[in-house]
């Protein structure tokens, strides 16, 4: 019975990189499945002539790689007949080279730079900026709140209001105090801040008869 793959299978597992440009690319439509699918195979062999460089680098610094057409056979699952195809069509689309060596040797194999269209080349942009576009989050400054809840724009007139009002409240104790010296006599005034003080003390409460001094 299969089984589901779970992540951690995923995470182990090896996959062949297939250039989308092979596919998008106009000029290759005619190029045979089982060619492009060889040229993808060859790609990713030719990282392993990249980490043994010093043996896979002729005089002139350009990598290659030896790929015998029955293994690569074998590898598809194709034909030899189909696999001699594929080889020749990758030559003659500029996608890779064989190169002699001799009597008895291997053919080099060079993976070859391809031209990509422009057009290929904007469809291909067009298709990953679509893909990771993410709306943009705007930021709304009036939203942003700062530890004390207030409106970061809105700082500087938090701080004007507090500074009103506090004026105001000292305005208004001034005001009462002055009032009271205009409304009563020294001697009155004198008796009433100390009924006051006793009241608050709780003094006259307990003793009647005190008074402060």
């Known amino acids: 019975m299969s089984k589901r793959r779970k992540v951690n299978n995923l995470a182990s597992q090896q996959f062949y990189k297939f250039e989308k440009w092979i596919l998008a690319e106009k000029s290759l439509k005619k190029l045979s499945p ?21 043996d896979f680098t002729d005089k002139e610094g350009c990598l290659f790689q030896y790929f015998d057409q029955e293994k690569a056979s074998e590898l598809l699952g194709v034909s030899l ?16 080279e064989s190169v002699r060596q001799g009597l008895g040797k291997p053919n080099r194999l060079y993976i070859l730079e391809f031209e990509v269209t422009e057009d290929t080349l904007k469809e ?41 009002k506090n004026k105001v ?21 004198e008796k009433k ?13 307990f003793n009647p008869s005190f008074k402060l001094k």
């Open 169 to 189: 409240l000292n305005n208004k104790h001034n005001n009462t105090v002055k009032n009271t010296f205009t409304e009563y006599g020294a001697d009155e005034l």
């Open 34 to 54: 089982t060619a492009k699918l060889l040229y993808m195979v060859l790609c990713d062999r030719e990282q392993l002539s990249l980490k043994n460089y010093k």
């Open 193 to 205: 801040l100390q009924k006051s003080q006793e009241d608050r003390l709780g003094y006259s409460q």
């Open 81 to 96: 007949t189909a696999i001699k195809k594929a080889f020749k069509d990758l030559q003659e689309f500029k996608l890779i």
């Open 124 to 164: 291909l942009s067009y298709e990953n900026k679509k893909a990771s576009t993410v709306p943009p989050v705007k930021a709304d400054k009036e939203n942003i709140k700062t530890n004390n809840s207030i409106p970061q724009n809105n700082k500087k007139y938090a701080s004007k209001k507090e500074e009103n």
